[in-house]
C-alpha cells in the first residue's frame, strides 16, 4: 500500500516513504499531537482483517513494555478505514542490510559490535516471553549517532498466516519445519545466520528456491564465514558454528550466554590489535633510526660520536701524542687516551674510547634512538 505525502493517518501525517516489506510499509510521519517525528508502520492487513488485528494487537502490546537504548519504542497503534498502522520510534539512519549493500561486509570488529549490542536487545525481549521471529538485517537499524537497535519484535506471527515465520534467508530449522515449540534459541539461531552475512557478505545459505532454501537450513551442512573470510579469528567462526547448530540444544541457552562470550572475543581482539600496534611501532621506530643513520653518514656527520657526552674544554685543547704533553706516570693507558684526546671523529681515537664508553653516561636521545 502506498499513502501520499501529506496523508494524515491517526494523528500523524506523512512525510515520505522508507521502505517496505512482506509485512508493511514504513513511512517517516510528524506525530501532530507530539510535535515529534516518528516512524508509521501500515501492516499489510486485509480488509475485515479483524482476527490478524486482534492478533497483532496483542503482540505489539507486549512489545511496547520493552524499553531498552537496543530496541525500538512503540508509542501506539490504531486501525482507520481498514489501514492498520504502529507508531514507532523513528531512527535517523539506515539499516544493516542498507550497511552490508554499500559496505560488502562489515570489518570484524564492527560486527562484533553490532551482534553485542543485538543481543542486548534479544536478552531483555526473552526475559519477558517476547521472541523476534522475523529477525533480519533489516530490522537492525543503526542510526548516525552510532545508535544499534532492533525493530519489529512480534509482528511477523502475528501477520502472518502461516506456521513458517521470519525471513527464508535467516529462518532457525525449528521454524522452517514449522515446529509449535519455538523458544529464544530461534532468534540466536537467526542472529547466527546475520553475523555471518555481515562478515562475509553473503547469507549462510543461498537458493532461489523457497523450499530448497529451507532444507538447507533444516539439515544443509554448517557454513564457516572463516572460509571465505581468513581473518576472522576462530574463537568467532566457532561462535557462529554454535549459533547456526541444527538443534537448538546445541546452541547458546540464551543471549546472555552469548554475550559472555562475545565479550571475551572483542576483548582478546582488542589485544591482539594492540600488540600488533606495538609492533609496528617498534618497527617504524627502528625504520626511523636507520633512516637517521644513513642520512647522517650520507651527510659526513659520525652518529656514534653525536651520542657522546660533550668534551671537557682542557682536553680539547690537547691534541694526542703532542710533545709539550706531560702525562701522569700512574695512569693507564686507556685513561691516558681519554684524558690528552682531543674530541674528533678520527678511527684511532675512537678506538681507544670505545674501552671507557661503558663508563660515560649518554646524553638524552630521541625515541629510536635507544635501539642504535
Same mark, same amino acid.
Given at each position: 500500500?502506498?499513502i501520499e505525502?501529506?496523508?494524515?493517518?491517526g494523528k500523524?501525517e506523512i512525510?515520505e516513504?522508507l521502505?517496505?516489506g512482506?509485512?508493511?510499509?514504513?513511512?517517516?510521519?510528524?506525530?501532530?499531537?507530539?510535535?515529534?517525528t516518528?516512524?508509521l508502520?501500515?501492516l499489510?492487513?486485509p480488509?475485515?482483517?479483524?482476527?490478524i488485528?486482534?492478533?497483532?494487537?496483542a503482540e505489539?502490546?507486549l512489545?511496547?513494555q520493552l524499553?531498552?537504548?537496543n530496541?525500538v519504542?512503540?508509542?501506539d497503534?490504531?486501525a482507520?478505514?481498514?489501514i492498520y498502522y504502529?507508531?514507532?520510534?523513528?531512527i535517523?539512519?539506515?539499516t544493516?542490510g542498507?550497511?552490508?549493500?554499500?559496505q560488502?561486509h562489515? %570489518?570484524?570488529d564492527i560486527a +562484533?559490535?553490532m551482534?553485542?549490542?543485538?543481543?542486548k536487545?534479544l536478552? $531483555? !525481549?526473552? @526475559?519477558?516471553?517476547?521472541?523476534?521471529r522475523?529477525?533480519?538485517p533489516?530490522?537492525?537499524?543503526?542510526?548516525t549517532?552510532q545508535?544499534?537497535?532492533?525493530s519489529?519484535?512480534?509482528?511477523a506471527k502475528?501477520?502472518e498466516?502461516s506456521?513458517i515465520y521470519?525471513?527464508?534467508?535467516y529462518?532457525?530449522?525449528e521454524?522452517?519445519m514449522?515446529?509449535?515449540?519455538?523458544?529464544?534459541r530461534?532468534?540466536?539461531y537467526?542472529l547466527g545466520?546475520?553475523?555471518y552475512?555481515a562478515?562475509t557478505g553473503q547469507?549462510?545459505y543461498?537458493?532461489q528456491?523457497?523450499?530448497a532454501?529451507?532444507?538447507q537450513?533444516i539439515?544443509g551442512?554448517i %557454513?564457516?564465514?572463516k572460509a +571465505?573470510?581468513p581473518d576472522i579469528?576462530?574463537?568467532?567462526?566457532?561462535t $557462529? !558454528?554454535r @549459533?547456526?547448530?541444527?538443534?537448538?540444544g546445541d546452541?547458546?541457552?540464551s543471549a546472555?550466554?552469548?554475550?559472555?562470550?562475545?565479550?571475551?572475543?572483542k576483548?582478546?581482539?582488542t589485544?591482539?590489535?594492540r600488540s600488533?600496534?606495538?609492533?609496528l611501532?617498534?618497527?617504524?621506530?627502528i625504520?626511523s633510526?636507520n633512516?637517521?643513520?644513513?642520512k647522517?653518514?650520507t651527510?659526513?656527520?659520525?652518529?656514534f660520536?653525536?651520542?657522546?657526552?660533550p668534551?671537557p674544554?682542557e682536553?680539547?685543547?690537547?691534541t694526542?701524542?703532542?710533545d709539550e704533553?706531560?702525562?701522569?706516570?700512574?695512569?693507564?693507558?686507556?685513561?691516558?687516551g681519554?684524558e690528552?684526546?682531543?674530541?674528533h671523529?678520527?678511527?684511532s681515537?675512537?678506538?681507544?674510547?670505545?674501552?671507557k664508553?661503558t663508563?660515560?653516561?649518554?646524553?638524552a636521545?630521541?625515541p629510536?634512538?635507544s635501539?642504535l
Amino acid at each position: 500500500m502506498n499513502i501520499e505525502v501529506g496523508t494524515q493517518i491517526g494523528k500523524c501525517e506523512i512525510l515520505e516513504k522508507l521502505g517496505g516489506g512482506s509485512h508493511g510499509t514504513v513511512y517517516k510521519a510528524k506525530h501532530l499531537f507530539l510535535h515529534k517525528t516518528v516512524a508509521l508502520k501500515i501492516l499489510n492487513i486485509p480488509k475485515e482483517g479483524g482476527k490478524i488485528w486482534e492478533a497483532v494487537l496483542a503482540e505489539v502490546r507486549l512489545a511496547a513494555q520493552l524499553e531498552h537504548p537496543n530496541i525500538v519504542s512503540i508509542y501506539d497503534m490504531g486501525a482507520e478505514e481498514d489501514i492498520y498502522y504502529i507508531i514507532m520510534q523513528f531512527i535517523d539512519g539506515i539499516t544493516l542490510g542498507d550497511m552490508i549493500q554499500k559496505q560488502g561486509h562489515l %570489518p570484524i570488529d564492527i560486527a +562484533l559490535i553490532m551482534a553485542q549490542e543485538v543481543a542486548k536487545g534479544l536478552q $531483555i !525481549a526473552h @526475559l519477558k516471553g517476547i521472541l523476534h521471529r522475523n529477525f533480519k538485517p533489516s530490522n537492525v537499524l543503526i542510526s548516525t549517532n552510532q545508535e544499534i537497535k532492533v525493530s519489529d519484535f512480534g509482528t511477523a506471527k502475528a501477520v502472518e498466516n502461516s506456521p513458517i515465520y521470519g525471513s527464508p534467508l535467516y529462518v532457525s530449522p525449528e521454524e522452517a519445519m514449522g515446529k509449535p515449540d519455538i523458544d529464544c534459541r530461534a532468534d540466536l539461531y537467526a542472529l547466527g545466520a546475520v553475523l555471518y552475512h555481515a562478515l562475509t557478505g553473503q547469507p549462510p545459505y543461498r537458493d532461489q528456491d523457497i523450499v530448497a532454501l529451507l532444507q538447507q537450513h533444516i539439515s544443509g551442512s554448517i %557454513p564457516s564465514p572463516k572460509a +571465505l573470510m581468513p581473518d576472522i579469528p576462530d574463537e568467532l567462526d566457532q561462535t $557462529i !558454528a554454535r @549459533l547456526l547448530a541444527k538443534k537448538p540444544g546445541d546452541r547458546f541457552n540464551s543471549a546472555l550466554e552469548l554475550l559472555e562470550t562475545l565479550d571475551v572475543i572483542k576483548s582478546d581482539l582488542t589485544i591482539r590489535k594492540r600488540s600488533k600496534a606495538n609492533q609496528l611501532a617498534k618497527l617504524g621506530g627502528i625504520a626511523s633510526t636507520n633512516r637517521r643513520i644513513r642520512k647522517d653518514h650520507t651527510s659526513g656527520s659520525d652518529p656514534f660520536a653525536r651520542r657522546l657526552p660533550p668534551m671537557p674544554k682542557e682536553l680539547s685543547r690537547r691534541t694526542l701524542g703532542s710533545d709539550e704533553e706531560k702525562r701522569d706516570p700512574n695512569l693507564e693507558p686507556a685513561e691516558i687516551g681519554l684524558e690528552t684526546a682531543s674530541f674528533h671523529p678520527d678511527a684511532s681515537v675512537r678506538k681507544m674510547m670505545l674501552s671507557k664508553v661503558t663508563e660515560i653516561k649518554p646524553i638524552a636521545s630521541s625515541p629510536g634512538q635507544s635501539d642504535l
